[in-house]
């Protein structure tokens, strides 16, 4: 566990997970952290979470001398999100104290019955409502729906102009004590940047007109730090986050970055030696782009590339009547998560009659994706020549669009 001054009277304690897939589904090769935020007034106020505590008390009053909190003065909790990844302690906290206030929404409380029986001493906020922790400290609440939970909000330290953002503005990577903006090289604030749109791609991206809403409610603060339940906290530049996420929502309806992501499965190398011609000519081009097989990248990380591309060439060979399952597995997965509005261009083997077009048009229908799809090129068996003549003209036609889309 780290514990770190944020400003004065603002601490945080982060916790890093790695070795798990987070929420069950997604790969972290760089962690998560668990952030969690002390507030101090006359009163004290615990924001999100402290997870990463081991449950004994003598570890929780080491922590609370180390940021010169007595016990007795601890008397709000504040759940902005009662997912487990940030109310799970809450049961620890009241076998130390019985009396300790829960402020959290509507939908909060409702929550905390249901997954830990919590019905005591909890206090329901409306959006714009005030807890003042006394020393001119005045915690201000913000409804944020679907940002990630029905049940999510946002609270706003008046004095410091701090925003205890919980998911929003939040980023996948381990952090140390130097989790801060102002701590970190422009090398780190590179590698942050890519965990937050792969964050943002996995958790939140489902809910981006959410995001949109909630961006627009905090633009009315006057924010001065971002401090996310994940990830860093924005100190110099809170500005940077707050921006990068209205374009992570924005790439949700494209177009995303000039980047073209190519996605291929293959059985027997058929479809590959279309995805190599592929590769090829977008490697000669100036065109920023990944590449992931299907079958051996997981959801998670492909969804992470996708989020940014704005041309998505699909590589997959018919199989049994349908499209390369993997490939049909992520597709689908890339609907729900609404990566809309594409430009793209497929490519495919296939033996006897073929299949994969057609459920690649039944995806696209029900997920309601509206991709912009250049001719398919469709080969029985190997590709020849005249396949890798259209498999070229159309790679260009698409780096023409993106070009055209993003200039
Ligand atoms: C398990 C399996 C199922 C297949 N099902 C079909 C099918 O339903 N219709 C079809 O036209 N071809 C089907 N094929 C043939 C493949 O589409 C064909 O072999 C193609 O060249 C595979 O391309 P690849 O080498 O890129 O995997 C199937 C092949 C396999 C191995
Ligand atoms: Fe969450
Ligand atoms: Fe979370």
Redesign the pocket.
Known sequence: MSITKTTDGIYKLSTNIEDILFEGIWEIPNGVSLNSYVVKGQKTALIDGFCGWDGVPETFFAALDQMEVPLNTVDYIIINHMEPDHSGWIEDIKKIKDDVQIFCTAMSKNLLDSFYGHTKNINVIKDGDRLDLGGGRILQFYTTPNVHWPDCMVTFDTKSGTLFSCDAFGSYGNVKDDGYDDLLTEEDLVFYEKEAVRYYANIVATFSSFTKKALAKCATLPIKIVAPGHGIVWRKNPQKIIDDYARYAAYSQGPAKREICLLW????????RGVNKIKELLQDSDMDYTVHNVAEDSWGIILGSVWNATGIILA???????M?PLMAAVLEEMGKKKVLNRVAFRI????????AEKELAAIMERNKMNWNFLPKVEFK??PTEADFTKIEENVKELIAKVDELTK
Do not use: H, L
């Open positions: 499965g293959s059985m027997y190398g058929m479809t590959e997959m060979p018919t199989y049994e009547n349908k390369f495919g083997s296939f033996g006897w009659a073929g299949g068996g190997a």
